[in-house]
């Protein structure tokens, strides 16, 4: 059939005009040209998929290079800043750029938003891009204003020739590290939004590795964010500043660590710490009704002693909570306001003793007078926890003691020459066994101080609300904790079959008595708690054991050996509180089992509240079960 011939200049568009098409003729060749047309399509789009693909392979190879190598590099700017050479940091920092926008550059553009669609590497070539674009987002925008805060901040050089703290490089420091904080959030949220588990080997376990990493990084930063944002203003930056130092005593547990025996007063200007005062908890209160509103949770668990007894302050499960009620207490007893609340024991004492060397604090001797006892990092536990009891029968004499002792360890790191890096180990590891506690009367700071290990916040953050904690509060009105060891473990994490996503989570918890059989005769009366009148026999050790579940949870099971035990269980903002009481006779072991359902149980770790104790911390990490349902 001959071909049409081509429309005359000028003719209309024969579409234009919509006549009818024939049933013969014109129409079968118009079938074949469509045809044709549509299987150029397929071969163009064939083509241009290969083309794409071999593009983006490309591309992906020599951004995975640069990657590679820029991560290599990362190790040198850590270095250059922790031995506080910011000009190598500078110049480790350019290479580290240079290389993660090479990679970005690599896995940008059309053509990988064509790989990103593809079926079967689609999600592998989407993670890859946007693990390498967050890389690039850290280099170029989270650790420039780092590295340029570290030529600021000094650790060595920020003590000031009075003994306080140079507040000038902080406050400089400050808007830089807040700047880092900020670009790291978005880079967060990407790479949390990945699913390692999703992607292929090769792949999923180094995004996993970068997760890792870059929460550290988080971390950090965050630290940083809060230091710098919280240091010159709590330290008197803008006025002088009051606080309380409380002296948790593990030998009598609260939920926070120990009843507060004996409190230091601090005062803060300009940088410079003093201590200015010294008290004993015995010395406020009790009073007949509660000085603050505790609110029905906290009262369903604990009763009003909390807000009556300044010893029970710290059997709360919040440290806020105790704090607020602490700053009520003083003022009430007519001491004034305070600007904030402290808390350690003595563990977190020879963890700065490390840091000091040791320490001379004067007690009472035996037949009048006076004599020096020495604590060092090694003994300040038995000496404050055990030997006071049995060298000085007064309490009075014996919270003097305390005061004086926690004193002599904060003037010397106030005023002695204790290297910066020395004394930030010893506050890390408080802190990280929550044996250092803080809280801020002044909202703007305490709302940077929650969600950290030091606000002790378990009931009012949300990362407090996502833990599972096991707090112990002594029964026995003496000092026999100094004999109860402790442990709570994740011991079975599987998910339930046919739920949906559940899981089924079992915690240990194991308290051990290492009182001596002998204690009627070997230890003071007010040790074993017979001058309290509590009706037990003399080295008995009763604890209340409160187990409260992640928010969302139920009431757990609680089985002491074979037997299911019950207990009081109160809800406490979204979560369940359950207590109960174990009683253990010198040399004895109670194992408490137990088992708490998590609906909707996904991937991650959680955290494991408990109380410190004198030899085990109170902040652990585990790793149940990812139950996806």
Same mark, same amino acid.
């Given at each position: ?44 789009? #064939? ?11 490309? +591309? ?8 590679? %190598?820029?991560?290599?590099? #990362? ?17 480790? &920092?350019?290479? #580290? ?10 896995t940008s553009g059309p053509v990988w938003a064509v790989a990103g669609s593809l079926p079967g590497i689609g999600t592998d070539a989407e993670a890859f891009r946007t693990a390498t674009r967050s890389v690039d987002d850290l280099a170029q925008d989270v650790l420039p204003p780092l590295v340029e805060a570290s030529g600021v901040v ?25 700047? %880092? ?26 995004? /996993?590795? &970068? ?5 550290? &990084? ?63 908890? /015995? ?13 029905? =949770? ?83 536990? =038995? ?39 020395? @004394? ?39 990362? +407090? ?5 096991? @707090? ?14 402790? %442990?709570?473990?994740?011991? %079975?994490?599987? *998910?339930?079959? !046919? ?54 949870? +139920? ?31 010198? !040399? ?8 708490? @359902?998590?609906?909707?149980?996904? /991937? ?22 990812? *139950?996806?349902?």
């Amino acid at each position: 059939m001959p071909s049409d011939p081509p429309d005359a200049p000028g003719d209309p568009d024969p579409a234009s005009e919509l006549h009818p098409v024939p049933a013969h003729g014109r129409a079968r060749p118009r079938r074949r040209h469509v045809g044709r047309w549509v299987a150029l399509g397929i071969t163009v789009a #064939v083509v241009a998929v290969a083309v794409a693909v071999g593009l983006a392979v490309r +591309g992906g190879l020599e951004a995975r290079d640069a990657l590679t %190598s820029a991560l290599d590099d #990362v190790p040198a700017v850590e270095q250059a800043l922790t031995g506080g050479d910011t000009q190598a940091a500078q110049h480790a &920092l350019t290479q #580290v750029q240079e290389k993660t926008a090479k990679a970005r550059r690599g896995t940008s553009g059309p053509v990988w938003a064509v790989a990103g669609s593809l079926p079967g590497i689609g999600t592998d070539a989407e993670a890859f891009r946007t693990a390498t674009r967050s890389v690039d987002d850290l280099a170029q925008d989270v650790l420039p204003p780092l590295v340029e805060a570290s030529g600021v901040v000094d650790l060595a050089g920020l003590r000031a020739k009075d003994g306080g703290v140079d507040l000038g490089p902080l406050e400089r420091a400050a808007p830089l590290v807040a700047r %880092s904080a900020a670009a790291l959030v978005p880079v967060e949220r990407d790479l949390d939004a990945l699913d390692p588990s999703s992607l292929r080997p090769q792949l999923g376990d180094p995004v /996993a590795s &970068l997760q890792d990493k870059v929460r550290t &990084l988080g971390s950090t930063v965050t630290t940083a964010h809060r230091a710098t944002a919280l240091l010159p203003s709590m330290l008197g930056a803008d006025g002088t500043r009051t606080y309380l130092l409380l002296s948790l005593n593990n030998a009598e547990l609260r939920s926070s660590g120990g009843i507060p025996g004996s409190i230091t007063v601090l005062r803060a200007k300009a940088g410079k710490v003093t201590v200015v005062g010294h008290a004993s908890s /015995a010395d406020l209160g009790p009073w007949a009704r509660p000085v603050v509103d505790l609110g029905k =949770d906290a009262t369903d668990v604990f009763g009003t002693q909390p807000a009556r007894y300044p010893q029970d302050t710290t059997m709360l499960a919040d440290f806020p909570d105790t704090g607020r009620t602490m700053a009520a207490m003083w003022k009430k007893a007519g001491h004034g306001s305070v600007d904030g609340v402290l808390a350690t024991d003595p563990v977190a004492l020879s963890h700065l003793l490390g840091a000091t060397g040791p320490v001379t604090v004067k007690a009472p001797a035996t037949g009048g007078g006076t004599t020096d006892v020495e604590l060092t990092s090694d003994n300040a536990v =038995d000496v404050l926890l055990s030997q006071v009891y049995a060298a000085i029968a007064d309490p009075a004499e014996q919270d003097a003691f305390f005061s004086a002792a926690a004193g002599a360890v904060f003037d010397t790191l106030l005023h002695g020459d204790v290297p910066a890096s020395d @004394l930030q180990h010893a506050l890390t590891a408080s802190a990280d066994e929550r044996r250092l506690l803080v809280w801020s009367a002044h909202d703007r700071e305490q709302a940077l101080l929650a969600g950290t290990e030091l606000s002790g916040a378990l009931t009012s953050t949300p990362r +407090g609300g996502a833990a599972v904690a096991v @707090l112990l509060n002594d029964g026995t009105s003496g000092k026999m904790g100094y004999y109860l060891r402790t %442990s709570t473990r994740l011991t %079975s994490s599987q *998910c339930v079959a !046919g739920s949906s996503g559940t899981r089924r989570d079992v915690y240990t918890v194991t308290l051990r008595s290492e009182a001596p059989k002998d204690a009627k005769e070997s230890l003071p009366s007010y040790v074993t708690g017979e001058a309290a009148g509590i009706d037990l026999k003399p080295g008995t050790i009763r604890t209340n054991v409160a187990v409260y579940t992640p928010q969302g949870v +139920g009431a757990p099971v609680i089985e002491r050996g074979t037997q299911t035990v019950g207990g009081d269980t109160h809800d406490v903002a979204g979560r369940t509180a359950t207590q109960l009481t174990v009683d253990l006779a010198p !040399g004895r072991t109670a194992t408490l089992r137990v088992t708490l @359902l998590t609906p909707r149980a996904g /991937a991650g770790s959680l955290e494991l509240w408990t109380t410190p104790t004198t030899t085990a911390g109170g902040l652990a990490v585990v790793d149940p079960a990812s *139950c996806t349902g």
